[in-house]
């Protein structure tokens, strides 16, 4: 069917695209994440996935999927989507800007074999660009990770497919000595904007302490937030367990500290409420590659089978981030 292993992607918003060291250590293409007490890093990955070959499946057009597209996606045979590329090994840039690369393009080449449709992306480096998207109806489909909680089900529907657990990202040697939440109490703290936040989380450890707040840093995406970190600029963020193993194998300067008040989090992919059609569609062929092994081919290839979920929709409260 398709020849091209890696989806295209026009580049609408260059800034997740300015400085590809590949940061991504906080779980939403976007920056979503959150961890359980005695859970930290992932078990190890291997050398190096950035160079890894992307599956390759041959799915024909399943008609009982496509006859439950909506008539506008079956007319122009494409679904305009968002992605981002700052959360490897989900998604990362490929050889060139056009490129995306990881677990989600393994899965989106397949669902689109079976819709026998396109999906036309474009990239969205902050959660809060893509739901901005999303309500001007410029996208249909999110097909980055956003993370799924009580607030944002009122708005929208989520195919979840991932569990994120959220770590302290510390620079190498962890400089700023943080060995729990309360060391990051009055230092330097980062956080994607839009992003799911844990800085009232910390807020309270830090108030109960006696200490001082820490001072926020706002960033628009992963990357450029974890060049702050390796810069001293910030002393901490908070970023996903299924990160830390890919950084330090890309040879990333960064370690992780536990961070069981932060909890879990539940990610998906993200349409607007009433678009029935067009998620049960999508849900219904992640399903068939479940049902057929492709899906737990593509998390275990990428190292990430301890955090599959799904795919089903808006199963957030599976989550402790749920409530928000």
């Given at each position: 069917m398709?020849s091209?292993?890696?989806p295209r992607v ?8 300015v400085?590809?060291t ?6 939403c ?9 005695g859970e ?5 990955q ?5 160079g890894q070959a992307?599956l ?15 008539t506008s ?6 679904v305009?989507?968002?992605?981002s590329v700052?959360l490897?090994?989900?998604?990362f840039?490929g050889?060139n800007?056009d490129e995306?690369?990881g677990?989600n ?5 397949a ?10 992306s474009e990239?969205y480096?902050?959660t809060?660009?893509?739901l901005?998207a ?8 999110t097909?980055?990770t956003n993370?799924d909680t009580?607030e944002?089900?009122?708005k ?5 497919t991932?569990l994120s ?8 040697g ?8 309360a060391?990051?109490?009055?230092k ?9 936040s844990?800085?009232?989380i ?6 109960k302490?006696g200490t001082?707040n820490p001072v926020?840093s706002s960033f628009?995406?992963?990357?450029s937030?974890q060049?702050?970190l390796i ?7 908070v970023g996903?367990?299924f990160n830390v193993v890919?950084?330090q194998?890309q040879?990333?300067?960064v ?5 069981p ?5 539940v ?7 009433g678009?029935?059609g067009l998620?049960?569609a999508?849900l219904?062929?992640?399903q068939?590659l ?5 899906y737990?081919k593509a998390?275990?290839r990428?190292?990430?089978a ?6 089903e929709?808006?199963?957030g409260?599976?989550g402790?981030?749920?409530a928000?």
């Amino acid at each position: 069917m398709h020849s091209s292993l890696t989806p295209r992607v026009r580049r609408r918003l260059t800034i997740g695209l300015v400085s590809f060291t590949l940061a991504g250590l906080t779980a939403c293409g976007s920056a979503e994440t959150s961890t359980n007490a005695g859970e930290a890093a992932p078990a190890s990955q291997p050398a190096s996935l950035s160079g890894q070959a992307q599956l390759a499946p041959d799915y024909k057009a399943d008609p009982d999927l496509r006859a439950k597209l909506p008539t506008s996606v079956l007319d122009s045979g494409l679904v305009r989507t968002a992605t981002s590329v700052g959360l490897p090994p989900i998604n990362f840039p490929g050889e060139n800007s056009d490129e995306v690369k990881g677990l989600n393009a393994d899965l989106i080449l397949a669902v689109e074999q079976l819709l026998g449709v396109k999906f036309e992306s474009e990239n969205y480096p902050s959660t809060a660009a893509q739901l901005l998207a999303l309500d001007s109806k410029r996208i249909d489909l999110t097909t980055s990770t956003n993370g799924d909680t009580k607030e944002r089900e009122a708005k929208y529907d989520f195919i979840d497919t991932l569990l994120s657990r959220n770590v302290l990202m510390v620079k190498k040697g962890n400089p700023a000595a943080i060995k729990s939440a309360a060391d990051v109490c009055g230092k330097k703290f980062g956080e994607v904007k839009g992003s799911f936040s844990v800085l009232s989380i910390l807020q309270d450890v830090c108030r109960k302490a006696g200490t001082e707040n820490p001072v926020l840093s706002s960033f628009e995406d992963i990357p450029s937030m974890q060049l702050a970190l390796i810069s001293g600029r910030i002393d901490s963020y908070v970023g996903s367990d299924f990160n830390v193993v890919w950084d330090q194998s890309q040879g990333k300067p960064v370690d992780a500290v536990q961070l069981p008040e932060a909890g879990t989090l539940v990610l998906g992919w993200t349409l607007p409420k009433g678009q029935d059609g067009l998620r049960d569609a999508v849900l219904g062929a992640l399903q068939k590659l479940r049902a057929d092994g492709y899906y737990d081919k593509a998390f275990e290839r990428w190292g990430v089978a301890g955090n599959k979920l799904g795919p089903e929709v808006n199963i957030g409260d599976q989550g402790t981030g749920f409530a928000g």
